[in-house]
């Protein structure tokens, strides 16, 4: 796999937003992939940014070894749903250089990051947003988008309050109740 470090995404003042793209060694220079962006929803933490984490870097690094590109991403905390904004604007705007096709993208969240990937996939995401894994976590959402494709992992020894809320959905149950879909 190879790993193309600090691509900045944008910029706040003093500080930069950088991801890194990981693509497979057989992947053309010229060729675009899908890319899976794995959310950071939750800021990066002074000198341990998310997309430097080691679970991180091996998710990427799987997904790349499929034949996708996988994306990680710094955030500032509380401005998370803006810097995903940005990246994936980035992305459709920048990411043939990067061998990334921006219009082809899914979304990865898990844990305390799904506060932001969840409402984000269901409420916000554009067309370029193609599916969406939300690993173990919850979010209340307003509505149910029936377009996307969605895998919800809960793990059925999770916490009691985690499964309720998932189960009970805060709110978001009587969306996925109103979904006329079987």
């Known amino acids: 796999v190879t790993v193309t470090k600090d691509v ?13 793209v990981y693509r497979a060694d057989s992947a053309g220079p010229e060729d675009a ?7 950071n929803g939750v800021g990066d933490f002074g000198d341990s940014p998310l997309k430097e984490w080691r679970i991180y870097q091996v998710w990427a690094r799987a997904v790349a070894g499929r ?14 749903v803006d810097d995903l904004t940005a990246l994936l604007e980035h992305l459709k705007a ?10 082809r993208v899914a979304l990865w969240s898990c844990s305390a990051n799904v506060r932001v990937g969840l409402p984000y996939s269901m409420e916000h995401a554009g067309p370029e947003v193609r599916a969406s894994v939300i690993y173990y976590g919850f979010a209340p959402v307003e509505r149910v988008n029936p377009t996307l494709p969605v895998m919800y992992v809960c793990a059925g020894r999770d916490s009691a309050g985690m499964i309720r809320d998932v189960h009970a959905g805060d709110g978001s149950r009587r969306a996925v109740d109103d979904d006329p879909r079987p």
């Open 8 to 20: 900045v995404f944008a910029k706040h003042g003093d500080v930069s937003l950088a991801c890194d």
């Open 33 to 39: 992939l899908p890319a899976v962006v794995f959310i």
């Open 67 to 80: 034949g996708l590109a996988g994306v990680t991403m710094n955030a500032r905390r509380d401005h998370e």
């Open 94 to 103: 920048k990411g043939g250089a990067l061998g990334v096709d921006g219009s």
